[in-house]
């Protein structure tokens, strides 16, 4: 599988996890979702105001690359943040739209960067100011790794309240090939929990 293809997958199942994170978010009393209960960020709605900062802010320089992507110009349109720990939407359901349309631009980029972008250097400066000269690939993949973790910062306090996020993984958007159809060892039907992935 090629850089380019592993960047469309991630772009899908991340899009696929938020959705799913957010419909799970929208069972916690919204009390619950914006108390602030020990995370890096505070609460539910901080975490995910922090993830969406953090999307902005690469998205925002992968939208400067030389090659030039028409798929980021609309991320160039949004106000920098003022700080990692910004809140700009406290209701779920505002959030919940910026976050759709981001994840649409993410699925958008992946498709339209081109695997010889992946193999040149993105020239940038962080959050504080440093200059930075780092590979694109490389950088695009800690985009879906930030998201990744923080989101399972959510998923631990969905689960102290009670709410079960549902599977998490990636095997589910991986197609099945020949070898395990014609074998017979294919999944039953609805089966992608943790355990017969990692079986």
């Keep these: ?23 799970a978010t929208a069972k916690m009393p919204e009390a619950l979702q914006r108390e602030d209960r020990g995370a890096f960020f505070g609460s539910v709605i901080g975490t995910l105001n922090h993830i969406l900062i953090g999307d902005i802010l690469w998205l925002k320089r ?3 690359h030389p090659s030039g992507y028409r798929t980021l110009e609309p991320v160039l349109a ?3 943040p003022a700080s990692l ?10 959030l919940q739209a910026v976050r759709d349309r981001m994840d649409q631009m993410i699925v958008d980029w992946c498709a339209d960067v081109q695997e010889e972008d992946l193999a040149s250097p993105l020239t940038y400066r962080d959050f504080a ?12 993949l800690h ?8 989101r399972g910062q ?46």
């Design 154 to 199: 959510v998923t631990t306090l969905l689960s102290q309240a009670g709410i079960d996020f549902g599977d998490t993984d990636l095997p589910e958007l991986i197609p099945e090939e020949g070898l395990a159809l014609v074998s017979g060892t294919a999944p039953a039907e609805g089966g992608s929990g943790l355990g017969s992935d990692l079986a």
């Design 85 to 94: 720990r910004e809140i700009r939407h406290l209701d779920l359901a505002e």
């Design 1 to 23: 599988m090629s850089e380019k293809s592993q960047l469309v997958l991630l772009g899908h199942y991340n899009r696929l996890m938020n959705e799913r994170l957010y419909a």
């Design 78 to 80: 949004i106000d920098d």
């Design 143 to 150: 985009l879906f790794l930030h998201q990744i973790h923080h």
């Design 62 to 64: 992968f939208a400067r």
């Design 129 to 140: 100011g440093r200059p930075h000269c780092k590979n694109l690939g490389g950088l695009a």
